[in-house]
């Protein structure tokens, strides 16, 4: 009879355990990243009773194991480009400094004050690097945004369309360069456009457009600055370069291009910079002059003003010179039993004997899941589903302070009939 007693003990142990379980839970249905556990009963090992049938008398019950659910989470949108979301397997890496490595599914992360993106916690999250052309190097590491810039790049390519007017006139040419720009009468139409050398110094080209007396051909000139001194100017001409066009307007120079030497030595820029300036799909109309397109493809330097990150995981930064450069890639680590990490608090876990040991690989690779920026993943937890847990936990230790009282209620008894 006495066996009971214990045998309600080990029931109202294993219950108020399953409730604490289900209070962690209810308590963390906000925590973003979470991921809620589940108490698993088991038996306690049986008595055998002597005799020909060898009774067998339970126990009582105990919690053999509390198992993390690593279902998915909803992903919630938020205003934090570098809140990142985790939408399938997998866990984001971040280290301690001077401390161990880490994983955590909630991608709370910032930059530091030493230009580090960090989570919550400030340990530093793990990406693989990328060189200054934005191609993964394989090696894993911090990610440093502080002091990035974009290097400036040369103009090597200018491409002109423009019409010219079938109707104007024919002039001539007389200019040479000089403190001034060339006089309205020389030309027939201009058109400019700014170019970087390889220091990033913007420098304004113009192009002249000149009608010959050659029927349906043009000559066009191009003219800078040549000084470095803002207050002095120095126009260089180059030139002519011939636009020859059919009866139909359409131009018939094969190739339509044409390469211009510039000197920018008083920056400090390389010197020469051949430029090729492309005048396809040019024409000669009888309509005004007008550019229809231009572009080149040089730029200055630009500093970071915004970073996002794709659904690879790839972190980018957006530049003031309009370039968007790929600066690391999440990496992302599985485990072949993720339920038996080990908490660490924080939303952290720790690798066990037991998980086995990470594999990483980068977002949306075979077994990884995707990575969703402007995202967070909210508990797994289900409220409706924990109070049916916490009812049962309730009663099932309402029923085992039943057993003590009854089996109280028959050893009282036993004392009575002894009385």
Same mark, same amino acid.
């Not at 556990?37 to 008595?47: V, Y």
């Not at 002039?171 to 400019?192: H, I, M, R, V």
């Not at 066009?245 to 390389?270: E, I, K, M, R």
């Not at 024409?283 to 229809?292: E, H, R, S």
């Given at each position: 009879?006495?066996?009971?007693?214990?045998?309600?003990?080990?029931?109202?142990?294993?219950?108020?355990?399953?409730?604490?379980?289900?209070?962690?839970?209810?308590?963390?249905?906000?925590?973003?990243?979470?991921? +809620?556990?589940?108490?698993?009963?088991?038996?306690? @090992?049986?008595?055998?009773?002597?005799?020909?049938?060898?009774?067998?008398? !339970?126990? +009582?019950?105990?919690?053999?194991?509390?198992?993390?659910?690593?279902?998915? !989470?909803?992903?919630?949108?938020?205003?934090?480009? @570098?809140?990142?979301?985790?939408?399938?397997?997998?866990?984001?890496?971040?280290?301690?400094?001077?401390?161990?490595?880490?994983?955590?599914?909630?991608?709370?992360?910032?930059?530091?004050?030493?230009?580090?993106?960090?989570?919550?916690?400030?340990?530093? =999250?793990?990406?693989?690097?990328?060189?200054?052309? +934005?191609?993964?190097?394989?090696?894993?590491?911090?990610?440093?945004?502080?002091?990035?810039?974009?290097? %400036?790049?040369?103009?090597?390519?200018?491409?002109?369309? &423009?019409?010219?007017?079938?109707?104007?006139?024919?002039?001539?040419?007389?200019?040479?360069?000089?403190?001034?720009? %060339?006089?309205?009468?020389?030309?027939?139409?201009?058109?400019?456009?700014?170019?970087?050398?390889?220091?990033?110094?913007?420098?304004?080209?113009?192009?002249?457009?000149?009608?010959?007396?050659?029927?349906?051909?043009?000559?066009?000139?191009?003219?800078?600055?040549?000084?470095?001194?803002?207050?002095?100017?120095?126009?260089?001409?180059?030139?002519?370069?011939?636009?020859?066009?059919?009866?139909? !307007?359409? =131009?018939?120079?094969?190739?339509?291009?044409?390469?211009?030497?510039?000197?920018?030595?008083?920056?400090?820029?390389?010197? %020469?910079?051949?430029?090729?300036?492309?005048?396809?799909?040019?024409?000669?109309?009888?309509?005004?002059?007008?550019?229809?397109?231009?572009?080149?493809?040089?730029?200055?330097?630009?500093?970071?003003?915004?970073?996002?990150?794709?659904?690879?995981?790839?972190?980018?930064?957006?530049?003031?010179?309009?370039?968007?450069?790929?600066?690391?890639?999440?990496? &992302?680590?599985?485990?072949?039993?993720?339920?038996?990490?080990?908490?660490?608090?924080?939303?952290?876990?720790?690798?066990?004997?037991?998980?086995?040991?990470?594999?990483? !690989?980068?977002?949306?690779?075979?077994?990884?899941?995707?990575?969703?920026?402007?995202?967070?993943?909210?508990?797994?937890?289900?409220?409706?589903?924990?109070?049916?847990?916490?009812?049962?936990?309730?009663?099932?230790?309402?029923?085992?302070?039943?057993?003590?009282?009854?089996?109280?209620?028959?050893?009282?008894?036993?004392?009575?009939?002894?009385?």
């Amino acid at each position: 009879m006495l066996t009971s007693l214990f045998t309600g003990i080990s029931g109202l142990n294993a219950n108020a355990l399953a409730l604490s379980v289900v209070g962690d839970n209810i308590a963390n249905a906000n925590t973003v990243g979470f991921k +809620g556990s589940r108490a698993n009963f088991g038996d306690i @090992l049986s008595q055998t009773l002597s005799g020909a049938s060898a009774m067998q008398v !339970g126990r +009582g019950a105990m919690i053999i194991d509390i198992q993390k659910l690593f279902t998915q !989470g909803t992903l919630e949108t938020t205003a934090n480009p @570098l809140d990142l979301a985790i939408e399938g397997d997998g866990f984001f890496v971040v280290r301690q400094e001077n401390g161990p490595t880490y994983y955590t599914r909630a991608g709370q992360f910032r930059i530091n004050k030493d230009g580090y993106v960090v989570d919550a916690n400030g340990y530093l =999250l793990q990406a693989y690097q990328m060189d200054a052309q +934005g191609n993964v190097t394989g090696g894993i590491g911090d990610v440093y945004l502080a002091g990035l810039m974009s290097e %400036p790049s040369a103009t090597s390519t200018i491409n002109m369309q &423009l019409n010219l007017d079938s109707r104007d006139e024919a002039k001539t040419w007389t200019y040479t360069g000089g403190a001034n720009l %060339p006089s309205s009468d020389q030309y027939n139409y201009s058109t400019a456009i700014t170019i970087y050398d390889s220091l990033g110094n913007p420098h304004l080209v113009y192009t002249y457009l000149v009608k010959s007396s050659t029927p349906n051909t043009w000559d066009a000139y191009f003219t800078y600055d040549a000084d470095a001194d803002p207050t002095v100017s120095d126009y260089q001409v180059t030139g002519p370069y011939t636009l020859q066009f059919d009866s139909n !307007g359409v =131009l018939t120079n094969t190739p339509p291009t044409t390469s211009v030497n510039f000197d920018f030595s008083g920056w400090g820029a390389t010197t %020469p910079q051949a430029v090729t300036i492309d005048f396809r799909n040019t024409t000669q109309y009888g309509a005004p002059n007008a550019v229809v397109f231009q572009n080149q493809n040089g730029y200055t330097a630009g500093n970071l003003i915004a970073v996002t990150v794709d659904q690879d995981g790839v972190i980018s930064g957006v530049f003031t010179n309009g370039q968007v450069r790929n600066v690391a890639q999440v990496v &992302l680590a599985k485990f072949v039993a993720a339920h038996n990490l080990m908490k660490a608090g924080k939303n952290l876990y720790l690798e066990s004997y037991s998980s086995g040991g990470p594999t990483y !690989g980068a977002p949306g690779t075979v077994g990884m899941g995707e990575v969703y920026a402007n995202s967070l993943e909210a508990s797994n937890v289900d409220l409706a589903e924990e109070f049916v847990r916490m009812i049962a936990a309730q009663r099932g230790y309402q029923a085992n302070v039943r057993v003590i009282t009854t089996t109280d209620n028959m050893l009282n008894e036993l004392m009575n009939i002894v009385r």
